[in-house]
Antibody, heavy 117, light 110 residues
Framework: QVHLVESGGALVQPGGSLRLSCAVS????????MSWIRQAPGKGPEWLSY????????LYADSVRGRFTISRDNAKSSLYLQMDSLRAEDTAVYYC??????????WGQGTLVTVSS | QSALTQPASVSGSPGQSITISCTGA?????????VSWYQQHPGKAPKLMIY???NRPSGVSNRFSGSKSGNTASLTISGLQAEDEADYYC??????????FGGGTKLTVL
């Protein structure tokens, strides 16, 4: 059974940093592209980034390019999102998801990031 | 990249069919047959219902179907059931290699 579990969400001040983690099981992580998606309260999802199975290919949305960094550890079946220079508008539930056939097949339950002073 | 345009809400009675539209541009929906649809119940993560415009993942009811014409993709739900009441989001691959979501449509089953 496929499981994705995000962690690391917290209350952080503007300008601060946070690292999210996503632990996966139930499928071959090292063969899978992965992605981060967020959803602000009452809003639709927003794609943030994806990373290839090897980690060599990454892509970011304009809204986070230069501030967020996606990475992965295939030995630990884990995906990460390093978030720097956080802003109030980054407040959202952050989801990790598998990315295959240009769609997000499996999602975690999400972790809440709140950026506020 | 601008968000795809969806109606804010649609409604239908049990047993009826409804269609949700998703309008993009020539840089995304119009060029690529790479539109996906997601169902989201309150407090839950989105669930993939359709990918590559018309394909259903294993386990998704055949009451859900997708189509596309020009810059507009559509999700049709036939034989509406109470459990279909949820928010629905479309998503498209774009020329830049990025992905863009729609603003969402709230489906009410009357």
């Amino acid at each position: 059974q496929v499981h994705l579990v995000e962690s690391g969400g917290a209350l952080v001040q503007p300008g601060g940093s946070l690292r999210l983690s996503c632990a996966v099981s139930g499928f071959t992580f090292s063969d899978s592209y992965m992605s981060w998606i967020r959803q602000a309260p009452g809003k639709g999802p927003e794609w943030l980034s994806y990373i290839s199975h090897s980690g060599f290919v990454t892509l970011y949305a304009d809204s986070v390019r230069g501030r967020f960094t996606i990475s992965r550890d295939n030995a630990k079946s884990s995906l990460y999102l390093q978030m720097d220079s956080l802003r109030a508008e980054d407040t959202a539930v952050y989801y990790c998801a598998t990315y295959r056939d240009f769609a997000f097949g499996y999602w975690g339950q999400g972790t809440l990031v709140t950026v506020s002073s | 990249q601008s968000a795809l345009t969806q109606p804010a809400s649609v409604s239908g009675s049990p047993g009826q069919s409804i269609t949700i539209s998703c309008t993009g541009a020539s840089s995304d929906v119009g060029t690529f047959n790479l539109v996906s649809w997601y169902q989201q119940h309150p407090g839950k993560a989105p669930k993939l219902m359709i990918y590559e415009v018309t394909n259903r993942p294993s386990g998704v009811s055949n009451r859900f179907s997708g189509s596309k014409s020009g810059n507009t993709a559509s999700l049709t739900i036939s034989g509406l059931q109470a459990e279909d009441e949820a928010d629905y989001y479309c998503c498209s691959y774009a020329r830049s290699g990025t992905l863009v979501f729609g603003g969402g449509t709230k489906l009410t089953v009357l």
